[in-house]
């Protein structure tokens, strides 16, 4: 299996709502940001899928290893060969992918977060920076568009920490930050213990409203940052964010049932919000 390969699969198989945007795209931007998300998948199923947090953490260094090694002319693995090639066009550098890294190790390092900066920290690492690479692979021509990126990443990962309240438990995580628990009176422990009739309580639903609020706050803060002349080249990223808040929605629908279930959108759908982006936005 090609290079190439490899990281179409990996892409392809993860489901993700990314992958409808990246269908949009001329061949080397499409290229460029499968390899370049399917980077950012392998770092993150390292903390996802082993369970031995010394096993993982070996892993990642592996990680920063192969990467190091790549930007010096000598990738290994499939991923970072497919990657290289389209570093220099797209500016893709090795400290984004260490700082990608770097969030993956926070997951390792700790499972609980204080208040609401703490919390922006991880997400820069593991969304605004991600965001910034996606942004210069789409292509831009102001650096105000960095922001836009930025922003619209932290929009999308407080979506995706809302939708995964229940999954991130079972894992011992909450990324609701702590002080916010105690805003809306709601315990750690009932969190980790995803129980009924209590989890979808008065208390746990105000805290996700308030949650998903400033969510949708970011995402217009988002667009709003994204200068007109970017804003067709931008437009996988538009796509992006219009599923995701098409996602968010529907958890708001739900009422916000995430502690014992995952709510997501059918692959129709997303494919069908990406075609409507790409139609009507302008």
Not at 117 to 130: F, I, K, S, T
Not at 196 to 215: H, T, V
């Amino acid at each position: 299996m090609s290079p190439e390969q490899y990281v179409q699969d990996k892409a392809a198989k993860s489901g993700s709502s990314f992958y409808y945007a990246f269908l949009f795209l001329p061949p080397q931007r499409r290229a460029a940001i499968t390899a370049f998300y399917a980077f950012c998948r392998e770092v993150d199923d390292v903390v996802d899928e082993t369970l031995d947090p010394g096993l993982a953490a070996t892993k990642l260094a592996w990680w920063r290893k192969e990467a190091a090694s790549a930007f010096a002319g000598s990738p290994q693995h499939p991923v970072m060969r497919a990657l290289l090639p389209h570093a220099a066009a797209f500016d893709i550098r090795l400290e984004h992918l260490n700082a990608v890294i770097d969030g993956c190790q926070m997951d390792l390092d700790q499972t609980r977060y204080l208040d609401y900066p703490a919390l922006q920290r991880y997400c820069h690492l593991v969304a605004g920076v991600v965001g910034e690479v996606a942004s210069s692979i789409f292509g831009r021509s102001e650096p105000q568009t960095i922001a836009y990126a930025h922003k619209l990443g932290l929009a999308m990962q407080l979506t995706n920490i809302i939708r995964d309240v229940g999954d991130d438990a079972r894992r011992g995580r909450i990324y609701l930050p702590i002080s916010e628990l105690q805003q809306f009176e709601v315990k750690a422990h009932e969190l980790l213990q995803r129980q009924s009739p209590w989890g979808y309580s008065e208390r746990f639903d105000a805290l996700m409203q308030f949650q998903a609020q400033r969510a949708h706050q970011l995402y217009d803060e988002a667009v709003a940052l994204l200068p007109a002349a970017d804003r067709k080249a931008q437009k996988p990223g538009l796509m992006m964010a219009n599923i995701y808040r098409a996602l968010l929605r529907e958890i708001e629908a739900e009422k916000f049932q995430v502690l014992q279930q995952r709510i997501s959108l059918t692959p129709v759908r997303k494919l069908w919000i990406a075609m409507r982006t790409n139609w009507f936005d302008h």
